[in-house]
């Protein structure tokens, strides 16, 4: 069974319109981690969501474009707003493997997004 | 924030042969990983190693925390290996992981 579940796998959207990423973990964990990857780049950190608190996010991102809910401890939404192609990206999410008894950090399969 | 350099950034493998590839830090990292990402963009966890030396099957990684830097040994490649490959670290007791620039392996038959 999965650890990490994250919805949709793959979208095409229109400019302008919103697309909502779902991430279900089968474990309670403090913080889930969100994250983006452009085509032929990295991984950059988004956000850092925090159970009952407001999501902190690193430079160069913000809450309008980006919003995040994290309603309990096993469930979180990054929502893509006002998309354009520049948006076209494999977004991931992520938690501490620590409830697994492990290290480091576990991923979600990815959503990969295409604008158009 | 620290930074995280792979090299090298592309390699090309005749199938059956062996390979290195490194990861160097700017800083002492702990949570280092190693990760597979397949053409299919899915990110596998390979090793989890902050210190010392791993293997699973024809892969091992090493790590020299106080030197700062990882490797990821690859033997007897196989076509299924091609893809991108990441090293990852948090610094101090942040949990913001930083990714490596990645490893882009072909192995062709």
């Known amino acids: 069974s999965a650890v990490i579940s994250q919805k949709p796998s793959r979208d095409i959207c229109q400019r302008g319109t919103s697309l909502t990423i779902q991430c279900q973990v089968d474990?309670?964990?403090?913080?889930m981690f969100w994250y983006r990857q452009q085509p032929g780049q990295s991984l950059t950190l988004i956000a850092t969501?925090?159970?009952?608190?407001?999501?902190?996010?690193e430079s160069g991102f913000v809450i309008d474009k980006f919003p995040i809910s994290r309603p309990n401890l096993t469930f979180s939404t990054l929502t893509v707003s006002n998309m354009s192609p520049e948006d076209s990206s494999i977004y991931l999410c992520?938690?501490?493997?620590?409830?697994?008894?492990?290290?480091?950090?576990?991923f979600g399969s990815g959503t990969r997004l295409t604008v158009v | 924030g620290i930074q995280v350099e792979q090299s090298p950034p592309d390699l090309i493998l005749q199938e059956g042969a062996n390979s290195t590839l490194r990861c160097n830090f700017s800083?002492?990292?702990?949570?280092l990983q190693w990760f597979h990402q397949n053409p299919w963009g899915q990110l596998i966890n390979l090793f989890y190693?902050?210190?010392g030396t791993k293997q699973n099957g024809r892969l091992s990684a090493t790590t020299v925390a106080t030197e700062r830097y990882s490797l990821l040994y690859i033997s007897s490649s196989q076509t299924t290996d091609s893809g991108v490959y990441f090293c990852?670290?948090?610094?101090?007791?942040?949990?913001?992981?930083?990714f490596g620039t990645g490893t882009k392996l072909q192995v062709i038959p």
């Open positions: 992520s938690v501490d493997s620590a409830f697994r008894g492990l290290g480091g950090y576990t």
């Open positions: 190693i902050p210190s």
């Open positions: 969501a925090n159970q009952g608190s407001e999501a902190t996010y």
């Open positions: 800083d002492s990292v702990n949570n």
């Open positions: 474990s309670q964990v403090t913080m």
């Open positions: 990852a670290g948090a610094s101090g007791g942040y949990q913001k992981v930083t």
